[in-house]
């Protein structure tokens, strides 16, 4: 009997135990069902763009209920899914958050702050189902609104990573507008440097574009125009701008040739026929070159002219401040000018030749006079040879720059100082632009 019992005891045991592991193992493969079943309708509702539904079945996979909390985190370990979901949780709430500074900024007309405030999201979240509806925004807003009015400092610093992540809908229709609208964004601040570069870029990218000519009338119109023709020139493309860098070239060299800057414009007008040499502009820059040419003849026939002077009264003066120094005296007394330099003197200097007369100071003025022709004659030690600078161009342009040598010279001939009276001003890069524009093809 008693064994009969224990048996029947160790079945009902039995059968209870299995029955309770039934029961936890149905319980749990529910959980798990639930989990997966809610977690597959979040990203369902997140690929539509249901962000709010997505949310709740999300949070579905990890209770408050403290028990049941519990559990979810144990049945986490075996299905990740709650880590899972916090990346896509992520996403919904930051596509929420822009949603709504979207619309916040669509209600205050910034239209450019959509554009940011979208793209900003893109940017964070590149391989998010969510990009499709951010990018489909973007595609009504340039539809609807004017491309400028979506560009500001901000958006448009931010333009190359728009390109990279794809943003502007129909580049080759949008681009174009959307670099306009930049270019006037940094005139208006008067950023030049990011204006030429835009500019440049533009120009790259559309050559054919419609508004290629207005785009390349700013850049000529541009302090930075000169001073970056080289990088110009060599940028891969250059064959694609038409006759922009004759142009340049001639409005550059023009602009140096009012200020006699000689050397810098004929190497501006020499690079028409360098670099474009079948260019219809050729014969413009061979005409410039000419003018240059005659001005130079002009100032050179001058300053040979003042060097024979200089000569003249270096050998006078030295002759005669050996034999007849009181003579000098009374000439620089009465015409109240410098034997040697033929520079007008100051009464006090005019009074004091009369000092040889006196015993005493006869040889402080000899020695005076000894000194002004040794500093003279060093003085004109670079002119002597002026008479060959009308056949050494080079050497008559370094020489105009020496302002101790031309000082001497003027002195000796008023002619030269009209001359040259151009010479030292600042570039007027404005002066021609109405006439250079006009060549723009």
Not at 340 to 366: A, N
């Amino acid at each position: 009997m008693n064994n009969t019992f224990k048996r029947l005891f160790l079945s009902i045991i039995l059968v209870l135990g299995f029955g309770a592991v039934g029961t936890v193992s149905a319980t749990v493969y529910k959980a798990i069902q639930e989990r997966k079943n809610n977690f597959n309708e979040a990203i369902s509702n997140l690929d539509q763009g249901y962000c709010d539904l997505a949310l709740n079945n999300f949070e579905l996979l990890e209770r408050d209920n403290k028990w049941l909390g519990k559990f979810d985190k144990l049945l986490n370990k075996y299905d990740h899914l709650t880590d899972e979901a916090k990346l896509y949780q992520n996403q919904c709430s930051n596509w929420q958050n822009t949603v709504t500074k979207t619309d916040l900024a669509r209600k205050n007309e910034e239209w450019e702050l959509i554009l940011i405030n979208l793209s900003s999201f893109v940017q964070k979240h590149p391989g998010s189902k969510l990009v499709i509806f951010a990018k489909k925004q973007l595609g009504e807003l340039f539809e609807e609104i004017d491309t400028a009015l979506l560009t500001s400092d901000r958006s448009c610093q931010q333009v190359d990573s728009f390109l990279k992540y794809e943003l502007i809908p129909e580049p080759e229709r949008y681009l174009p507008l959307f670099y306009l609208g930049c270019i006037g964004v940094y005139q208006e601040q008067q950023d030049e440097q990011k204006e030429f570069n835009l500019r440049t870029k533009f120009l790259t990218a559309y050559p054919q574009h419609g508004e290629a000519l207005r785009v390349k009338q700013g850049l000529l119109q541009s302090s930075l125009v000169c001073s970056s023709s080289e990088n110009l020139q060599n940028h891969p493309a250059v064959s694609q701008w038409g006759n922009l860098m004759p142009v340049v070239y001639l409005f550059c060299g023009k602009a140096y040739q009012d200020v006699q800057d000689y050397k810098t414009a004929i190497s501006y007008y020499q690079s028409v026929e360098i670099h474009f040499p079948k260019d219809e502009l050729v014969e413009q820059a061979d005409s410039y070159l000419d003018s240059v040419e005659q001005e130079i003849n002009t100032i050179a026939r001058e300053m040979s002219e003042a060097a024979d002077v200089i000569k003249g009264r270096i050998t006078a003066c030295t002759a005669g401040s050996i034999f007849f120094d009181w003579l000098i005296d009374l000439g620089e007394l009465i015409s109240g000018k410098d034997c040697l330099t033929g520079e007008s003197l100051h009464d006090l200097e005019r009074w004091l030749t009369i000092i040889p007369l006196v015993d005493g100071f006869k040889g402080l003025s000899k020695l005076d006079r000894l000194w002004k022709i040794i500093d003279t004659v060093a003085t004109f030690a670079e002119i002597q040879n002026t008479q060959n600078l009308l056949q050494n161009r080079q050497s008559l342009l370094g020489f105009l720059d020496n302002e101790g040598e031309m000082g001497l010279l003027k002195a000796h001939n008023s002619s030269i100082a009209p001359l040259v009276s151009r010479r030292g001003r600042e570039v007027n890069l404005s002066k021609h632009y109405s006439e250079f524009v006009q060549l723009l093809e």
